[in-house]
């Protein structure tokens, strides 16, 4: 788990479309990662 002011590593996640993006195509902007643990689960 990254702790506050710790840079995210570099990823790269297809979109809805099946397009690739890179967290590092994003430098210099500002970027919010939502992160939903229950996706795709029972319940």
Same mark, same amino acid.
């Given at each position: 788990?990254? =702790?506050?002011?710790?840079?995210? &590593? $570099?990823? =790269?996640? &297809? ?9 590092? $195509? /994003?430098?210099? *902007?500002?970027?919010?990662? /939502?992160?939903? &643990? *229950? $996706?795709?689960? &029972?319940?």
């Amino acid at each position: 788990m990254l =702790e506050l002011g710790i840079k995210a &590593p $570099d990823f =790269e996640l &297809p979109d809805q479309d099946g397009v690739m993006h890179k967290l590092s $195509d /994003y430098a210099g *902007k500002k970027v919010i990662l /939502y992160f939903y &643990p *229950k $996706d795709n689960t &029972p319940g």
